[in-house]
């Protein structure tokens, strides 16, 4: 079924570029313009499957949403633990990142290249920060989701806090975690390319500005087929890594039958 959809999407695709008669849709090209020039060796506009260059913006884009991720995990998942366990760094920390989280990341990018030398820092910068607040956000919820009798009987027990904190926040809050963590990926790929769109000179989504500039249509359509790939696969293998890391729960729930 869902290559069904798929092709449905492509015929619909089809039908609004060459039968409409809108002429919007008449201008954007249509799906065997794209894959034609996606798999030509020698591409019209420089850019297929067989080039050097289509793989740098790749790679570009990768590694910038790969080290904002980064830093959103290390300092979001602490930072988000500490607002859910202790209530004095939640009254700090929550009114300041609910002034900040509205903030949309295209507002950011002046900060940014005002602040970081070069464009390279700004664009991780303002990636970084949509995933930080998504990443912080679940996980406070995850720890907040906790039943407070698990803290009690921990409590009783004689558990330190660095035992509450590794047998059951921890624990507790993971599913939450990495539910914030594909959320964060998510949002880490939708901010990155506003931020290349304005202050970058490669990846996947200065390709779709600078191709739109050019009046080099099919090739936007490649970037953003191909942003979409790329960021389903990150974000199929953070659920991949947190199923395998939750696998206790499954058990514990009777649902793993393995």
């Known amino acids: 079924m869902m290559w069904a959809g798929y092709l449905l999407t492509l015929v619909a695709w089809y039908v609004c570029v060459k039968w409409l008669p809108v002429p919007s849709f008449q201008r954007l090209p249509d799906p065997l313009t794209v894959m034609v020039e996606w798999l030509n060796p020698d591409p019209d506009y420089g850019l297929s499957f067989f080039t050097g260059d289509y793989y740098l913006h790749i790679w570009y884009s990768t590694y910038r949403a790969t080290t904002s991720f980064a ?20 009254e700090y920390a929550s009114a300041l990142l ?77 599913p939450s975690i990495f539910t914030g963590l594909q959320i964060a990926m998510g949002a880490a790929w939708f901010s990155l390319v506003a931020g290349e769109m304005i202050a970058a000179q490669y990846g996947l989504g200065f390709m779709i500005l600078e191709s739109y500039n050019l009046v080099q249509y099919p090739t936007i359509v490649i970037m953003m087929v191909t942003l979409g790939i790329v960021g389903y696969a990150s974000s199929a293998i953070i659920r991949i890594v947190g199923s395998r890391l939750m696998r206790w729960r499954e058990q514990s729930l009777g649902l793993d039958t393995a």
Not at 113 to 128: S, W, Y
Not at 143 to 152: A, E, G, T
């Open 71 to 90: 830093l959103a995990v290390l300092l979001g998942v602490p930072l988000g633990i500490l607002m859910g366990w202790r209530a004095t760094v939640h």
């Open 98 to 174: 609910g002034i900040l989280r509205p903030i949309p990341p295209l507002a950011w990018v002046p900060v940014a290249i005002l602040i970081f030398p070069g464009n390279e820092p700004a664009v991780i910068f303002v990636t970084f920060l949509v995933a930080f607040f998504a990443t912080t956000m679940n996980t406070l919820l995850g720890v907040r989701s906790i039943d407070s009798d698990y803290f009690r009987a921990a409590q009783c027990l004689g558990a330190k806090p660095r035992d509450i904190l590794l047998d059951v926040i921890i624990p507790g809050a993971l």
